[in-house]
């Protein structure tokens, strides 16, 4: 088959391709653009599709039909079909005012567009509009980077312009299992030695690691942050100082649990704990993920204490109480993985089948007793010594009315 049918094929192919096809219609000028192209020539089925328009990016996306949003002052736009998203940006030029700040941005050809972007193997297209369906659009080298599977940047002042891009580097590097082209090395571990990351603001910055520390292999992302010195940028003592610690920790992390904390927990060990409060402020954690992760820092070693004295799974609750999965992974990546995993994996599912109302329908006044007396059910329960909703009831009354238990 011709490459460019071969090509189109596999874009028709794509489940997430299909409502956009269908729209398409006579359209002109429209590429699928991107990661979805490197992962579709990587042989892979690329879910989310970023589009690049030579033209109007919202007059686009309203002709093809579903629900529009439009995010920037330069019209990029997402229209949703049939429930996938499409991302739809007009080709660009952009100049950089100074390093680090936003870019200017200039309509422009599809060619311009590419010539902008990160890496070679993210700067490629394939046209979909009815002139030369299929047709792949590339910079110089962007076929023989992917071929031998390493990261390039476009032209010396890339990390300089664009520091996030440094960050960018680690995540594909893990993602994709690529290596860095050794002048694109050189280029990055020169723009953090001139103080590139500076120029960023700090809610950038934590946005591209909060991407990082969600890959499905943080730790591999988080070794190359620190063999280009991005972590020391970041901290001088932020960065992986134990990788089996980490490791263990993250196997202990059940599925329900926000990765992204722990990883960064885990990055953060070494940071003292003032400092380390007002870096998450800089880098803009919501005030949750900034608490669960100054928690993990702060109380994994007097958590891990509390676990390994825990014997009966009451006591287990007791060592952990407040706190969050990742408090207790990391906890247990200390020491006592046994009683962390129990926790994580059993008892925090454990509940009561009854509860305050039905303590005061069996007269209990209203105050301290219903709690003393769930929490006496609870420890029942937990141990083992109480199951059902009458076994629980009737330890939860005993206690409530200040009997001792009779399950010990
Ligand atoms: N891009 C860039 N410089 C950046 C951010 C993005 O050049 N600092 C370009 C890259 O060509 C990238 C595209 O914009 O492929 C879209 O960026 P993004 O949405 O972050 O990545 P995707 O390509 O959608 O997806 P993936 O993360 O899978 O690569």
Redesign the pocket.
Known sequence: MAPNRELIERVRALPAAQPLIARLGDESGVYL????V??LLLGGE?Y?L?LVVEGDAIALASRLGGPTEVHDRFGTSSVTLDGYTY?IAQARRESYPEPGALPEVFPASLTDDLS????TV??MAVALGREAPGELSAVPRALEDLQARQLRVLHKRSFLD?P??LL?LA??ASRLRFSIEPGTRVLAIAAIRAGALRTLSGSRVGAELRLLAREREPLAALRCMAQLGIDRAIHPSFGLHDQELAQRALELLPSDAATERLVVALAAQAVPPPELSALLDDLAFEAADRDAILAATARGKETAQALAAATRPSQVAAAVAGAGPELVALAGALGPAQAAREWLMRLRHVGLAIDGDDMLAEGVPRGPAVGRGLRAALVAKLDGWASGRDEELAEALRAARGAGSLGR
């Open positions: 653009v991107g990661g979805a490197r992962d690329p989310e970023d991302d902008r972007r990160d890496f993210n700067a664009d996030t891009r960018r995540r594909y």
